[in-house]
């Protein structure tokens, strides 16, 4: 079942009575949810993710807006009609009731024609159970379960009604490090078996990044971009889209562009022209803005950096910290956001590296501008100096 | 590891000081009035030992009233009360307007004075010279007769002490379960209305287990609250409760201590002692039946 959001807009009157303007939860939000994806709706906290589910979910009315689920209008239905399951950030399993009876409960409300057997419910309880791989706890109360199995009941629970939606807010917020990594593969798995239409929030960019099929990034109620995992990483549509993503997080600098070369303080570190395959406001084109000479922000991903004598980047040396796999440079640059970066290099690079300074060369695929004033991705090509 | 016991013995002893004074000690000395027969208070002599007290008590009609009534009073009061509490904090909490106004009318009742709550019930019921009392008014005006609730039948004397009792205690139980309510995570409610469970659903499935210990402590106390009524029965009736019908058991303990009959602490004793383990045979059988039912956190 497709999803669409039509701009999709919430507000909520202030909280402080003194200030009369409202509160946009969700700015505008349009889009089109495809079939029997996974999408993982990104952002910091208060950015209007979870009041979007919530619209969704049919919680929460849209201030104005449409949600169509395939081609029926479900804006007005109540979450009951609208054949959707929601996995609580706290699972919401109801204490007193075991394992079964809580996987039972959304049935047993059914009236009328659909009404079940209780031999009818407990098969499909079963199965639901053997589903997530919980059919051998079925008789116990959740507190006699680990926040893994919680989940996974909660899971069951919403989608013993087969739903035409599964929706999950902050689904591993509430799992430790180990168990977090095996549940997402776990909901994966799960929504590829079932092939139901899945929407889950969270804040958590690994989350988002591994196991979407599709990531919304959102800000401020504004949605930020939408696309595939590993482009929300290699062409982010603007400065906080780059700073949000990734892990350590992007070197942000600033710098300026004087006749086609980009330049950190008195560094020249690239060549940039523009790219001609791209035009701004044409149809179907990349938003963004056109490349000219003035202050620019400069992104540069912490892998985008390689150690080298006559690096065209000069910074001083701090530490450089080895963590298995990864090793990281952390040097100062006076025009750096907070006056320091960090790099990850690999190990061979490291012989390059000693004293009080250490220099850079910068690989044109991981450096991005953006206007100095907007933060608008600036589009162009980067060649290397030498 | 015996340093550390010996200091939790001194931390404890102030409090074990007080209870053994005040409750271990007066326990043991009801224990040995009540089966002292034929005890005097003046020469502070007694014929023998024996259950001539109990025997005496269970025999006085006094007492077979007063156990009558308050038995009467705790059945009648204990789950009206509290099945009008759960309405009234259930509408409390439904709202979101003046609900902070409504919980303190509600709660009014708790800081104001029982003899004065009791005065006001005499305006309201009491037949005067002057006035029949403003319920009688009531009564009149809409067509029926007026009845004497202070000194009148049995059973209207009755319903004024069960409609007062259930109006005393009343703020403490909504107190108790607007909290109780208040403290169920939303989140189940909003799991339940996904499901598209019905509201009396919600009520009887989730909202009441959630709050079934809270519900369990008021039945256990009210019934301890009950079985133990006097100054209420005072403040409507009067010091004369034998006269009018309307002793309690703690009435009669006082009557048998203080009253007009009173010098026969060994009755009094065992009174005292036969109210005592009702109430714990009661609460024993509160306390089994809340264990199955009971969901506790």
Known sequence: ????????????????????????????????????????????????????????????????????????????????????GMVFQSYALYPHLTVLQNIMFPMENLKGKDKMTKEAMRARAEEAARMVQIDQLLERKPSELSGGQQQRVAIARALVKVPRVLLLDEPLS?????????????????????????????HDQEEAMSISDLIVVMEAGVVQQIAKPQLVYEDPINLFVAKFLGTPPINVFEGEVKGGVVYIGEDAVMKAEPDSSWKEGAPGAAPGVALKDGRVTIGIRPEGFDPEKDGELRCGLTAVEVMGRDTSIVATNAHAANGSIRTIVSTEELSEVSGETVNFRIKPSRIYLFDHETGARVRCRFTPLR | MDKNNSKAWLYLLPAMIFLGVFMIYPLFDVIIYSVEEGYNFASQTYFGIGDYNFAYVLRDTYFLQALKNTFILVIITVPLSTGIALLISVGINSITKLRDFYQTVFFLPYVTNTLAVGLVFMILFKKTPYSDGFVNLLITSLGGTAVDFIDGPYWAKMFVMCFYTVWVVL??????????????????????????????????????????????????????????????VVAIFGTNLNAAGMNTIVGYVYDMLYGDSGGYPSFAAAAALILFAIVLTITCINLLISDKNTHYA
Do not use: H, W
């Not at chain 1, 202030?14 to 939000?29: L, Q």
């Not at chain 2, 995570?185 to 019905?198: E, L, M, Q």
């Not at chain 2, 009396?200 to 133990?228: C, D, E, H, Q």
């Open chain 1, 1 to 84: 079942m497709k999803i669409v959001l039509q701009n999709l807009t919430k507000r909520y009157p202030n909280r402080n009575k003194k200030i009369k303007e409202d509160v946009i939860a969700v700015n505008n939000f349009s889009f089109e949810i495809p079939d029997g994806q996974l999408i993982g709706l990104l952002g910091p906290s208060g950015c209007g993710k979870s009041t979007t589910l919530n619209m969704i979910c049919g919680l929460e009315k849209p201030t104005s807006g449409k949600i169509f689920f395939g081609d029926d209008d479900v804006t007005d239905l109540p979450p009951e009609n609208r054949g959707v």
């Open chain 1, 174 to 202: 509430n799992l430790d490090a180990r168990l977090r990594l095996q549940t997402r593969e776990e909901i994966r798995r799960i929504q590829r078996e079932t092939g139901v239409t899945t929407v889950f929030v969270t």
């Open chain 2, 171 to 232: 703020p403490f139980k909504i107190l108790i379960l607007t909290s109780a309510l208040a403290s169920v995570n939303p989140d189940y409610y909003k799991a339940a209305r996904v499901d598209g469970t019905s509201k009396l659903r919600i009520f009887t499935r989730i909202t009441l287990p959630m709050i079934s210990p809270m519900i369990f402590y008021l039945v256990i106390t009210g019934f301890i609250g009950a079985f133990k009524a006097y100054s209420d």
